[in-house]
């Protein structure tokens, strides 16, 4: 945490293309290749990003309907060894742990990612832990969210927090979803059909769950988000409930943040200040 606290949020909105400049190339032809004007990664630069939260297009585009690959599972992995996200036309949910990348289909199945498969939204980084707090008798998300809030409170609401949480999980609810075909439609809209829930009892696991501070309302979503990967990997998806008797969170706290855009036209077109809180509630929660 000392670390931590040197480093300030003011690259937070530094939005370094060059870091998706590979895949773009690739999808121009090769053509118009642009020399990335990064410099090479030292070793201190290597150690700095692990206190980065890596960010894939915004929570805004992906529920707007933007579905297609913006960067390759291979390189998202440079980025963070854990994390959450989706695949390309929203293919399943994505659970990064330990430096795997998960697909947890909507068949209720879970594969390892494959290198070349594409990501139009995640977050992931580093996991270095900076503390741990023991969890008993949660009943629900809701009771989850005040326990791990708690943290949040002791270290600063103003950091983004990972967290990783093992147990076994007396219930766990998760989804899924069946991958869309384009024209894309919008992502509650995509749900109302093609979302698969399921249900689990007394399951050994993890949960990972990202916090993002309040003022990230027009890049994600404020609060936590949870997803969840069975010990033995073949169950896992975007966390609706749980309850458990005793669980432990071990947390990561991050005070930088870098973003992944893309320079494809129908990206550029959206219109990301769009107000979509309320359709983003729906879909996280199943809320109205
Ligand atoms: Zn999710």
């Not at 933007?66 to 390189?75: A, L, N, T």
């Not at 992995?77 to 399943?92: W, Y």
């Not at 749980?242 to 071990?250: G, R």
């Amino acid at each position: 945490m000392k670390k931590i606290l040197a480093i300030l949020l003011a690259a937070a909105l530094a939005v370094p293309l060059a870091a998706c400049s590979s895949q773009q190339s690739e999808k121009n032809g090769g053509q118009a290749e642009t020399k990335s004007e990064q410099p090479e990664n030292t070793g201190a630069q290597a150690e700095t990003d692990r206190e980065t939260i890596y960010q894939v297009a915004l929570l805004q585009s992906l529920t707007q309907g933007y579905y297609d690959g913006i960067i390759k599972v291979s390189e998202l992995r440079q980025h963070g060894d854990i994390g959450i996200g989706t695949f390309e036309g929203v293919n399943g949910e994505m659970i990064v742990l330990d430096g795997t990348v998960y697909q947890a289909l909507g068949d209720g199945t879970v594969q390892t990612a494959a290198d070349d498969e594409t990501v139009p939204f995640s977050n992931v980084t580093f996991f270095d832990k900076d503390g741990s707090t023991e969890l008993s008798n949660i009943n629900d998300v809701n009771a989850l969210k005040e326990k791990l809030n708690e943290i949040v409170e002791q270290n600063g609401k103003n950091l983004f927090y990972f967290v990783k949480m093992s147990g076994t999980f007396e219930k766990m609810n998760v989804r899924s979803e069946l991958k869309q075909e384009k024209p894309y439609k919008t992502l509650d809209k995509a749900l109302e059909t093609d979302q698969r829930e399921f249900n689990y009892d007394n399951i050994a696991g993890t949960v990972v769950a990202l916090y993002c501070p309040d003022y990230m309302n027009g890049l994600n979503t404020p609060g936590w988000h949870f997803h969840f990967i069975s010990d033995d990997k073949t169950k896992g998806g975007h966390l609706l409930d749980l309850q458990f008797a005793k669980a432990t969170a071990e947390y990561d706290a991050t005070p930088e943040f870098d973003m992944c855009l893309t320079d494809n036209g129908d990206f550029q077109k959206m219109e990301l200040s769009k107000d979509v809180s309320g359709a983003i509630k729906k879909v996280e929660t199943n809320e109205e």
